[in-house]
């Protein structure tokens, strides 16, 4: 239940890469998604850690069962298979920079709109981005202690409970009474995997949403 709630309420380069191509639209058909360009892959630099390979491998494990990489990792439609497919190139990078927000306007009753890449979400409060996990010092996880990360998902709230709420659809509330040694394996795949410089944009949100926001993720923490 935890999680549904969560799911609700919850690199240097001169050019630019093209990244979708719209094949034209059949008749009576959906129109193709937009045609959009954005920053090749940037090697970021990760800090040294040592984490075992059990404990790595355990992350990686846990990391997949939670679906991680269907937010994290970005995706592009594949104009010849007509599906989008994840960029593994970016694997758990976030939001690409400059990268487009959704395209559409909620309509009545929607939750959400998911915008071209997956990684960007329209809700009734705002726009959110989900963050690059890769272990970039600059832009990414690097930066982060374990203990902060633990923090994170024991109170809902970024900067080891010090920062702003954690805002759908992530779902943390998953990870809120996980075990610290499973905690520390997801921070260790986290660290293991290749650092990509890529700086996510802040949420699109009005405070009074991230007001709300936290009382919820409140409420979700005192959940059985």
Same mark, same amino acid.
């Given at each position: ?28 058909? !959906?129109?193709?998604? *937009? /045609? &959009? +360009? ?5 090697? =970021?630099?990760?800090? @040294?850690?040592?984490? #075992? ?58 939750? !959400?709109?998911?915008? *071209? /890449? &997956? +990684? ?5 409060? =705002?726009?959110?981005? @989900?963050?690059?996990? #890769? ?90």
């Amino acid at each position: 239940m935890r999680f549904r709630i969560a799911a609700i309420v919850a690199s240097s380069a001169l050019t630019f890469a093209v990244v979708a191509i719209a094949a034209p639209p059949k008749e009576g058909s !959906a129109p193709p998604p *937009p /045609t &959009f +360009t954005i920053k090749p892959v940037v090697k =970021g630099t990760a800090p @040294a850690h040592k984490y #075992t390979q059990a404990q790595i491998s355990r992350g990686e494990t846990l990391i997949r069962l939670a679906g991680c990489n269907d937010c994290h990792t970005p995706m592009m439609f594949d104009a010849q298979r007509g599906v989008p497919l994840p960029q593994m190139e970016r694997m758990l990078s976030g939001h690409p920079e400059g990268a487009p927000d959704p395209q559409s306007k909620l309509a009545p009753g929607d939750q !959400a709109v998911v915008g *071209p /890449t &997956f +990684t960007a979400f329209a809700l009734p409060f =705002g726009v959110v981005y @989900a963050a690059n996990l #890769t272990p970039d010092l600059e832009t990414g996880s690097g930066g982060w202690t374990e203990e902060a990360f633990f923090r994170m998902f024991r109170t809902g709230k970024h900067l080891g409970g010090a920062g702003r709420p954690i805002l759908p659809p992530m779902p943390w509330a998953s990870f809120a009474k996980a075990s610290d040694e499973d905690l520390r394996s997801v921070f260790a795949y986290l660290r293991s995997i290749p650092p990509i410089k890529n700086k996510v944009p802040e949420p699109k949100v009005p405070e009074p949403a991230f007001q709300m926001v936290n009382k919820v993720n409140s409420m979700m923490l005192m959940a059985p």
